[in-house]
């Protein structure tokens, strides 16, 4: 079993200086699992509201909850979205016996209710599957072509893992859709997702879609968002500079998880991949989670300009702009979009990542860095003392 040393280590600060926790993220990332390690299962501070028993348990919350002490676990709380308000008269008692971890399958209701009723209480974390820094360099192939949901990056074969991703899909399209009180169509939604992992990395236009699938593009983009809200969908902002140029305004669009693209592209094995023409995008795809989740920026943005210019990935962090270019190839060159980005942007430094194992420099402020080194942070990628 990988542990999530990280993800631990966030909770654990986090439950030290907040009052209130949410893990959030995707069913299936990991996060029941890990509230286990905080919280026995069979303990009374612990409430699966899949449960029946634990649904009934707290028909009268305020009643359930208020005399436990410690730190009492909610999961999938959006199953009782009326419990934000107790838990806010909860989280105000002096002295406060009792801090709450709430797990959430990132529904956009949760999002709300806990942003209305509990603003100032509550610290959000974000949970995703498996990540490189967690699975090991020598298993990044497994991971890009299975994904980071932990039953299918562990499935015994690529076979066990297509299947079980299939079957996610399913389920999550007929059953955790309409638990959440989203209203769409399934056959209509599944078309939209397949439509969208063939359009991975690609700037958003409404349009086609909407033309193809005989829908207004206001329900389009209403159906980006909902399965951007549920993080099955990663949409890049463009970043707009106060410069002369006309600049792209629409974002950029990625399946988060590679597994979940390559299934709903068809493709079954880690040999397939690199053989599939979506392999340039899926391999950006899968850099760019990657990198999120070891620089841990403080905003992500693309760049592109309408005359061609264009920059995969700005990155603010700590109150600094930088640039990331991904290419898979066997030995990057600098390009005009480099030069023109670091002109009207003043970009910090630009990283050029690619699948090789060599670093080499192309410019005072251009490094070609390793994919693997990317799992060291901002230091190993932009050469920061």
């Known amino acids: 079993m990988i542990k999530r040393y990280a993800y631990k280590e966030y909770i654990e600060k986090a439950i030290g200086r907040s009052r209130a926790v949410a893990l959030l993220g995707p069913r299936q990332c990991g996060k029941t699992t890990l509230a286990r390690e905080f919280v026995d299962i069979d303990s009374p501070n612990y409430f699966d509201l899949e449960d029946n028993s634990n649904l009934i348990g707290l028909a009268d919350p305020k009643t359930a909850l208020a005399p436990l002490k410690g730190l009492v676990v909610i999961d999938e709380v959006q199953r009782r979205p009326e419990i934000f308000p107790i838990l806010r008269v909860l989280l105000d008692r002096t002295p406060l016996p009792a801090k709450f971890l709430i797990l959430g399958s990132a529904s956009p209701d949760l999002l709300r209710q806990s942003s209305e009723s509990l603003a100032g209480r509550l610290e959000l974390i974000e949970m995703d599957g498996f990540n490189l820094s967690e699975v090991g360099e020598k298993k990044s192939s497994s991971l890009w072509s299975r994904g980071g949901f932990p039953l299918s990056f562990l499935a015994k074969s690529d076979a066990d893992s297509f299947a079980w991703r299939n079957s996610f899909i399913k389920t999550f399209l007929e059953r955790d859709l309409r638990q959440q009180g989203i209203d769409v169509p399934t056959v209509a939604l599944h078309r939209f997702w397949t439509m969208l992992a063939h359009s991975h990395g690609q700037i958003w236009n409404a349009a086609p879609f909407a033309t193809s699938l ?50 709903l592209l068809g493709i079954k094995t880690a040999a397939d991949v690199p053989r599939h023409p979506s392999c340039g995008a899926s391999w950006e795809g899968f850099v760019i989670e990657e990198v999120i989740h070891a620089i841990e920026p403080d905003d992500v943005y693309f ?83």
């Open 214 to 263: 005989g829908l207004s593009q206001p329900t389009v983009r209403k159906y980006l968002d909902i399965l951007t809200g549920l993080f099955m969908i990663r949409q890049i902002q463009p970043w707009y500079a106060n410069i002369k140029k006309r600049q792209v305004k629409a974002p950029k669009i990625y399946i988060r998880d590679t597994g979940i693209l390559n299934s």
């Open 303 to 385: 760049w592109a300009t309408h005359q061609g210019a264009e920059i995969d990935l700005i990155l603010f962090k700590g109150g600094r702009m930088y640039g990331v270019e991904i290419k898979r190839q066997d030995a990057p060159t600098m390009t005009p979009s480099m030069r023109i980005a670091l002109e009207d942007l003043k970009l910090e430094r630009i990283a050029v990542i690619y699948p090789g194992q060599k670093r080499y420099e192309l410019h005072k402020k251009v490094s070609v860095v390793p994919f693997h080194l990317i799992m060291n942070g901002m230091k190993a990628m932009f050469e920061l003392s």
